[in-house]
T-cell receptor, first 111, second 117 residues
Framework: KNEVEQSPQNLTAQEGEFITINCSYS?????LHWLQQHPGGGIVSLFM???GKKKHGRLIATINIQEKHSSLHITASHPRDSAVYIC?????????????FGKGTKLSVKP | DARVTQTPRHKVTEMGQEVTMRCQPI?????VFWYRQTMMQGLELLAY????????DSGMPKDRFSAEMPDATLATLKIQPSEPRDSAVYFC???????????????FGPGTRLTVL
């Protein structure tokens, strides 16, 4: 069983729709990242959070430590949001550098 | 603006050849990570440096891979000899970790796309 599971694997939405991507993990964590990988391959860190909720523009990330679950929401989605969204966790008991990555959710937003 | 740079961006080589990938972390960052991304495995950590010292390279095949930081502005990942299964995108990331137990955001480079024929 993967330690970090994302759902859905693929998501197609119409422009303007509200989007939710989910991440569940099985280890104790000290931090969780949401990363965005563009079609060209570049990776951008969207959020790093360890509790509660963070908002940046149209993106909102939430985490529930007790349930070991995080969600990434995109409001008023746009075709430029099309990318792979990757959840990664910093294992609390793991070595200092090690991030455990989910397989990613591929999002396509149609105009 | 500050960003992580990686060279080369693309590399095609033949099996058995040595491959060297370079990374320049963001100035002032004291942690450097090497990741490999493949379709099958996704992103995997290969090595992690803090203040130029290797802290974790357990994800790296030791017989053919080596990672070093000759100075604070350069990290290298070498594969010798390369094999077709090493074909992947290799990402470098850097961050600022002020304390041993603290953990902060990582900034990714554009990656090196390696193809071993």
């Amino acid at each position: 069983k993967n330690e970090v599971e994302q759902s859905p694997q693929n998501l197609t939405a119409q422009e303007g729709e509200f989007i939710t991507i989910n991440c569940s993990y099985s280890v104790g964590i000290s931090a969780l990242h949401w990363l965005q990988q563009h079609p060209g391959g570049g990776i951008v860190s969207l959020f790093m959070l360890s509790s509660g909720k963070k908002k940046h523009g149209r993106l909102i990330a939430t985490i529930n430590i007790q349930e070991k679950h995080s969600s990434l929401h995109i409001t008023a989605s746009h075709p430029r949001d099309s990318a792979v969204y990757i959840c990664a966790v910093k294992d609390y008991g793991g070595s200092q550098g090690n991030l455990i990555f989910g397989k990613g959710t591929k999002l396509s937003v149609k105009p | 603006d500050a960003r992580v740079t990686q060279t080369p961006r693309h590399k095609v080589t033949e099996m058995g050849q040595e491959v060297t990938m370079r990374c320049q972390p963001i100035l002032g960052h004291n942690t450097v990570f090497w990741y490999r991304q493949t379709m099958m495995q996704g992103l995997e950590l290969l090595a992690y440096f803090r203040n130029r010292a290797p802290l974790d390279d357990s994800g790296m095949p030791k017989d053919r891979f080596s990672a070093e930081m000759p100075d604070a502005t350069l990290a290298t990942l070498k594969i010798q000899p390369s094999e077709p299964r090493d074909s992947a995108v290799y990402f470098c990331a850097s961050g600022l970790n002020p304390g041993f137990t603290a953990y902060n955001e990582q900034f990714f480079g554009p990656g090196t796309r390696l193809t071993v024929l």
